[in-house]
């Protein structure tokens, strides 16, 4: 059956070469029960490991039935691994928190394409071990473990079994249990191959072969062979896996995968929390900044297009003469009044001041915009109020005391009720509130109803000590007129302003909505980048989070790797088996991400106020990214893993 002519195994360790098999030639026939003894490192392994085809010898002819198998490819030794050996490792090899009977079965998933679990059961029984199907390998004592595994290496109904010291690590009555199955298996036809520590195992064999420095020093003869063996050759071993379906493969790969998430749930939990946070993150925060861009594009939306901004000049003070300087650049109620009347087009002006104040009411006080303005403010700004009124011109002619309040310091400061008649004190000054401005939201970086406003002589006289305006606000009475409106304003206040040549470049600063428009939206622009570039740094950490628990779990899904190729997986059943897990992994945190994004931008509009919106582009672009790392991380090391001849990766630290 087994026939090696020459072989050859050496291991490099420095400088030294160690020549663990040193031209070994052995036949095994069909039928046969043969011991292995020798000194520790002599080399018994080493040519278990050849003979069972998960390792390569380096020189020398290794027949199987008459074939060569240095000519077969890797799936072909995958193939004829399941179907002819069945490996019994001195240190087991189970799956961790795994039943006794997923681990017998799990050699079919190669083979067979299902778990066969009565086909497991029945050799369970077999091996006295029909009462511990359930229980996980670290529920049992080393015998039963050994007994599991042999059920394992039989499921295949193997003609081979190489045992390699099975009972190194058991007690004597579980050796005597472990030779009773050999030795019944061996009768029953299945050819047996053990390494041995003890005489009175060997003993019982049919023939004892001993080793010495990575060569064999006698070959002895105890019993002869059965009559006509059990020779019956392997069939269909050098053809590929039985064609099963494709998508068959890929279900049983989908099941195995969740198998083993399952039965690994702290390292599940942990990748899935990885990706989680990392979608999260980057959802919620683009959610925010795009929510706030949102709100600031709707306010200006609602502004129109037909408002024109003058500011004193924008370098007052700076440079040339002060004194001359901070007399040209200032606006008065004056001007508002007088661009009114003597400009063509124009429909409103609003004189106003913005500064912050502090209001209180009874032993509550926050720190808010005060904005003085004029009575068309609320026309021209659709703001009139939901509750009350606005403030007439003749309120503010003779400085009134009157405040109209937004939303937020209603429920703030107000404690909520209905505040119209009530007194409040803006920087300790007495104000009656006569009407609650309508509520226009907030995002993350501004609240829009946080503020005050109040008829601008009061504020410039009483609450500010101001004796200038701070812009005035020019409503032209069609969109159409808006340039010539600006050319015509500027020239008013250039000449009422006696402003010399070398500033009149300078000296009032005039805008209209589409240029204000332009300037916010690179703002927001900005704070999005800002945004995004806190979302990516999350994104990255959240990547290497996944990226540590796939690589911690390396050593041990190595050994799982080196296992599974034993029992015969080909390269291609391992990596579709992790590509699933791991997209499994990355589907699970990445969905239920983009929900707790999707809550956390909730219960920010609910409890803050703030204006949230999740794009479909942040969604996408944090999914795959972190679905990506995901897979790459999870399937680099099972990739690197499953090129490993299947010994090298059972060894792996
Ligand atoms: P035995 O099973 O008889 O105790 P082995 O076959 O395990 O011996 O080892 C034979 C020799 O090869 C020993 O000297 C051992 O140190 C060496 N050896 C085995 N495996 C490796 C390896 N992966 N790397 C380097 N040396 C090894
Ligand atoms: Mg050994």
């Not at 700004?381 to 939901?386: F, G, I, S, V, W």
């Not at 409040?424 to 939201?441: C, D, M, S």
């Not at 020239?491 to 009149?504: A, I, M, N």
């Not at 795959?624 to 490993?644: M, N, T």
Request: proline share 4%; net charge positive; hydrophobic share 45%.
């Amino acid at each position: 059956m087994l026939a090696l002519r020459g072989i050859h195994k050496r291991y490099r360790m420095g400088n030294e070469v160690i020549r663990a098999l040193h031209d070994v030639s052995l036949t095994i026939e069909d039928g046969d029960f043969v011991a292995i003894m020798g000194p520790s490192g002599s080399g018994k392994s080493t040519l278990m490991h050849v003979m069972g085809l998960l390792d390569v010898p380096d020189d020398g002819s290794f027949r199987i039935d008459g074939r060569e198998v240095s000519r077969l490819s890797e799936d072909e030794l995958a193939v004829l691994r399941r179907k002819a050996i069945g490996f019994i490792f001195q240190q087991f090899n189970l799956l961790p928190r795994t039943s006794a009977l997923e681990n017998v079965s799990m050699p079919l998933i190669y083979s067979e394409g299902k778990l066969d679990l009565e086909r497991a059961r029945g050799l369970l029984e077999r091996v006295g071990l029909g009462d511990r199907q359930r229980h996980q390998s670290n529920e049992m004592s080393g015998g039963q473990q050994q007994r599991v595994a042999i059920a394992r290496a039989l499921v295949n109904r193997p003609r081979l079994i190489l045992a390699d010291e099975p009972t190194g690590n058991l007690d004597s009555s579980s050796e005597r249990e472990i030779l009773g199955i050999l030795k019944e298996l061996n009768a029953a036809g299945i050819t047996i191959v053990i390494v041995t520590h003890e005489p009175e195992i060997a003993q019982q064999a049919r023939r004892i072969i001993r080793m010495r420095d990575g060569a064999i020093v006698s070959d002895e003869r105890l019993q002869p062979l059965p009559r006509g063996g059990a020779g019956r050759p392997t069939e269909g071993w050098t053809g590929a896996a039985k064609p099963t379906a494709a998508w068959k493969n890929l279900v049983q790969h989908f099941q195995q995968g969740i198998r083993t998430l399952a039965a690994n749930k702290v390292r599940t939990g942990l990748s899935i929390l990885g990706i989680l946070i990392g979608v999260a993150a980057v959802v919620a925060m683009m959610a925010l900044g795009r929510g706030a861009q949102k709100a600031i594009e709707d306010q200006l939306a609602s502004l129109g297009s037909n408002l024109l901004i003058v500011r004193a000049g924008a370098h007052r003070g700076a440079g040339g003469v002060v004194g001359e300087a901070g007399a040209l650049a200032t606006l008065s109620i004056d001007d508002a009044r007088v661009i009114r009347e003597r400009i063509p087009g124009v429909r409103e002006t609003s004189a106003a001041v913005r500064g912050r104040g502090q209001v209180a009411y009874l032993n509550r006080n926050r720190a808010t915009t005060v904005l003085g303005a004029s009575a068309v403010y609320a026309r021209m700004h659709a703001d009139l109020p939901t509750v009350g009124r606005f403030f007439a011109d003749e309120e503010d002619r003779r400085r009134a005391r009157v405040a109209v309040v937004g939303a937020t310091l209603v429920r703030e400061v107000l404690g909520g009720r209905n505040p119209i008649g009530e007194t409040i004190k803006i920087n300790k000054i007495g104000f009656q509130v006569i009407g609650v401005l309508p509520e226009k939201g907030a995002n993350a970086f501004h609240d829009q109803d946080d503020r005050v406003i109040i008829p601008v002589q009061t504020a410039m006289r009483r609450v500010f000590g101001k004796d200038n305006v701070d812009f005035i606000e020019v409503e032209v009475s069609s969109p159409d007129q808006t340039s010539e409106v600006e050319t015509r304003t500027r020239e008013l206040l250039l000449s009422s302003h006696k402003v010399p040549p070398s500033q009149r470049e300078t000296a009032f600063d005039i805008r209209n909505m589409a240029e204000i428009q332009a300037a916010l939206t690179a703002s927001t622009r900005v704070m999005t980048l800002l945004l995004s570039i806190i979302a990516a740094i999350s994104l990255l950490v959240g990547g290497i989070g996944i990226m540590n628990i796939m690589l911690v779990s390396v050593t041990e899904r190595t050994r799982e790797i080196g296992l599974r190729k034993a029992v015969g997986a080909r390269r291609r059943d391992i990596l579709s088996q992790f590509l699933v897990e791991a997209v499994v992994i990355s589907l699970i945190g990445g969905v239920c991400g983009i929900a707790l994004a999707w809550v956390i931008s909730m219960a920010l509009s609910f409890f803050a106020g703030w204006t949230t919106s999740i794009s479909p582009g942040s969604v996408l672009v944090a999914f795959f990214f972190s679905a990506g790392i995901g897979v790459a991380f999870g399937l680099y090391p099972a990739r690197q893993a499953s090129r490993l001849p299947p010994i090298d990766a059972l060894r792996y630290e």
